[in-house]
């Protein structure tokens, strides 16, 4: 279970679009469509953005889409806004033999300058 | 308003154990797997453990596999994690996890209502 990789830092201006990596392996965001993205602001609790690689919760911005190739998913914040500076977080399922194995990212810190 | 509100943090020392608890409200309970996440301080999401609705599926992470043990108690709309052995590296904020079903109604490997978290710290 290691965890996936993203890059540590990412920064745009207001209005801009950034795109936050996620790769791993075929036994996990390869392998599977359920790649899901988080958003954490300091001392809170993380925000469902994303799930199942392009799918959007209800009341999330339509600033935020995801897409996967191969091993490699991703986040895109479009019209980026002061209020997205926060650390994300990819997750995918990971092959196993219980329904329930799952990995994190690294994590991103997205800077709005 | 639904709601996870998890307790049972705190300092321990190594190798003794503590039992994590989250309560669970306005949304119904039994029809969902819950999940334990933990984040070390300063430091990134980490997945702990997960179990089905109706207890019949868990998984747990290889770092914790062997020492945790997590369970439901649907009548009390409760989720718990019983830690075992602790160590210096279970430091972490522990969150509590609802798993979030998708369109098609069924599970999507996602987490959509989160607690506030309860605080582990492993020291001598």
């Known amino acids: 279970q290691s965890a996936l990789t993203q890059p540590a830092s990412v920064s745009g201006s207001p209005g801009q679009s950034i795109t936050i990596s996620c790769t791993g392996t075929?036994?996990?965001?390869?392998?599977?469509?359920?790649v899901s993205w988080y958003q954490q602001h300091p001392g809170k609790a993380p925000k469902l953005m994303i799930y199942?690689?392009?799918n959007r919760p209800s009341g999330v911005s339509n600033r935020f889409s995801g897409s996967k190739s191969g091993n490699t998913a991703s986040l895109t914040i479009s019209g980026l806004q002061a209020e997205d500076e926060a650390d994300y977080y990819c997750s995918s399922y990971t092959s196993s033999s219980t329904p329930y194995n799952y990995v994190f990212g690294t994590g991103t810190k997205v800077t709005v300058l | 308003e639904v709601q996870l509100v998890e307790s049972g943090g705190g300092l321990v020392q190594p190798g003794r154990s503590l039992r994590l608890s989250c309560a669970a409200s306005?949304?119904?309970?039994?029809?969902?797997?819950m999940h334990w996440v933990r984040q070390a301080p300063g430091k990134g999401l980490e997945w702990v453990s997960g179990i089905s609705w109706n207890s019949g599926s868990i998984g747990y992470a290889d770092s914790v596999k062997g020492r945790f043990t997590i369970s439901r108690d649907n009548a009390k709309n409760s989720l718990y994690l019983q830690m075992n052995s602790l160590r210096a590296e279970d430091t972490a904020l522990y969150y509590c996890?609802?798993?979030?079903?998708?369109?098609?109604?069924?599970?999507?490997?996602?987490?959509?209502?989160w607690g506030q978290g309860t605080m582990v710290t492993v020291s001598s």
């Open positions: 996890a609802k798993e979030y079903r998708g369109m098609g109604g069924y599970d999507s490997c996602a987490f959509d209502i």
């Open positions: 075929s036994s996990d965001v390869g392998g599977y469509n359920y």
């Open positions: 199942e690689v392009s």
């Open positions: 306005g949304f119904t309970f039994d029809d969902y797997a």
